[in-house]
Nanobody, 123 residues
Framework: QVHLVESGGGLVQAGGSLRLSCAAS????????MGWFRQAPGKEREFVAS????????YYADSVKGRFTIFRDNAKGTVYLQMNSLEPADTAVYSC????????????????WGQGTQVTVSS
């Protein structure tokens, strides 16, 4: 089992940037593919980005492609989501997850979740 804790959320103006972190404890992070998901009020949780265990494979939702970058540092047990050119539509609670495969975009395929971090983008 792995315990995940997100950080780095906050309030930012449209066009700004944030970097989210997901720190893992318990089993070594390098054993897992990882995903980032988000959920806006009144909407279902949606896939944002994912990365395989080594960092060599990544996958992005069309809505964030070219603006967001997922990467990981297994030595530090942390996965990151660099978010640039943020838009008000990116406002949501962002959560990291593990236990699925990086090509899974369905959140039900992931077993372990962090508590989430709020990202708010003002116009």
């Amino acid at each position: 089992q792995v315990h995940l804790v997100e950080s780095g959320g906050g309030l930012v103006q449209a066009g700004g940037s944030l970097r989210l972190s997901c720190a893992a404890s318990g089993r070594t992070l390098s054993a897992y593919d990882m995903g980032w998901f988000r959920q806006a009020p009144g909407k279902e949780r949606e896939f944002v980005a994912s990365i395989n265990w080594s960092g060599g494979m990544t996958y992005y939702a069309d809505s964030v492609k070219g603006r967001f970058t997922i990467f990981r540092d297994n030595a530090k047990g942390t996965v990151y989501l660099q978010m640039n050119s943020l838009e008000p539509a990116d406002t949501a609670v962002y959560s990291c997850a593990s236990g699925g495969s990086y090509y899974h975009t369905d959140p039900r395929k992931y077993d372990y979740w962090g508590q989430g971090t709020q990202v708010t983008v003002s116009s």
